[in-house]
């Protein structure tokens, strides 16, 4: 039988045991939220903040629009491609929902796209994974191969069921919007992508802290039931990723290779915290969940087994030179903190050369 969550008494329960739930674990829920938040603030806004900006200044700006004329039709497909790679959480989802609802790309490519540009930031994967919790990059570059190359082969497994040249027959529509992006005031587009940069980062922290917090309360119960630490760790990494990679990491007795291997499908699958951003950014566009869902798993497996291949591979291997001890005695900022760096001075470059290009627009114009 199917329950209703439309119901109204239906949802007046859900509410008592949330709110008992919430008063009965007060304790262990206070850590939660203050643990929640010291991994949002250390650990996922270095890594995505300037990569969400940038990519919002691209979006709002059209500043990728030199492509247009090599790309052709495949250029939104192409754009939705290099923010859900480059970018991170939920960025791909909401570039393709926006490509979408413009016209811009038709619902078949849109689904196409969903089945595998929704993927981990490649600085959150080399820094935050691979050197603050794992203390080894080695590790970091493998984790990334595995994540990204299991994405472009689930990419290769639709191509054959999908059409992505044929371009959507309204996109002439939006000539004439392009065109008044492009002579907007840079303070507009750089307003514009503060404030959905700063949406964005509101929707991870709330979704992070909701699903630990949720966790939390699980953990209460199933603790009575006597589950090892790992089992309990495993869990956890299905709720929320970053917490659950350390739980994995400092909870459990697995060997390197059954961790990582562990810790891989985990970010392949990416938990359910980071599955609800994605369906935030696409619920309206009739996408099932469950779609989702089912090619985040099918990721986290074939990442967990190129993971294992790569291990394999690489067993006699010693990177000793980029553990993480080494490289935070010789270095003031390690090289990923220099790549975040780098992105910063690319916007920068980038606000000077729209506001450059605007300014010349606007002198023509007169």
């Given amino acids: 039988m199917i329950i209703n969550l439309q119901k109204p008494y239906i949802k007046f329960i859900l509410f008592v045991i949330l709110l008992f739930s919430l008063f009965i674990f007060q304790e262990s829920n206070f850590e939660t939220v203050i643990q929640s938040t010291d991994i949002f603030l250390s650990s996922i806004l270095p890594s995505i903040f300037p990569f969400i900006l940038f990519t919002n200044m691209l979006l709002i700006s059209n500043g990728l ?201 985990a970010l392949g699958f990416s938990g359910f915290a980071i599955i609800f951003q994605i369906y935030s950014c696409i619920y309206k566009d009739k996408i099932n969940v469950f779609y989702i869902i089912y090619n985040k798993l099918k990721q986290g497996i074939l990442s967990s087994i190129i993971t294992y291949i790569c291990l394999k591979l690489c067993k006699n291997t010693k990177i000793n030179l980029f553990s993480y001890e080494y490289l935070t005695q010789n270095f003031k900022l390690n090289i990923f903190s220099q790549y975040s760096y780098f992105i910063f001075c690319v916007c920068i470059i980038y606000i000077l050369i729209f506001a450059f290009n605007s300014t010349k627009n606007r002198i023509q114009k007169k």
């Fill in 65 to 265: 629009v030199f492509l247009k004329p090599i790309l052709k039709e495949n250029y939104y497909i192409f754009f939705c491609i290099i923010t859900g790679f480059l970018c991170g959480y939920p960025m791909g989802a909401k570039t393709t929902s926006a490509m979408l609802n413009e016209k811009k790309i038709s619902y078949k490519q849109a689904k196409f796209l969903l089945s595998f540009v929704n993927n981990c930031n490649p600085i959150f994967i080399l820094s935050t994974v691979g050197l603050s919790i794992l203390g080894n990059v080695k590790y970091g570059l493998i984790l990334c191969i595995s994540h990204y190359l299991s994405a472009i082969i689930i990419s290769l497994i639709y191509l054959s069921h999908t059409i992505i040249h044929k371009s959507n027959k309204k996109s002439n529509n939006f000539k004439i919007n392009e065109t008044k992006i492009l002579h907007n005031s840079i303070f507009e587009v750089l307003d514009a992508s503060i404030k959905s940069t700063l949406s964005t980062l509101g929707n991870i922290f709330s979704c992070v802290t909701i699903f630990n917090l949720l966790f939390s309360c699980i953990k209460q119960i199933i603790i009575h039931f006597k589950l090892s630490n790992t089992a309990i760790s495993l869990i956890s990494s299905i709720f929320e990723v970053t917490q659950g990679i350390k739980n994995i990491v400092t909870n459990t007795n697995y060997t390197d290779s059954i961790s990582l291997c562990l810790i891989s499908f």
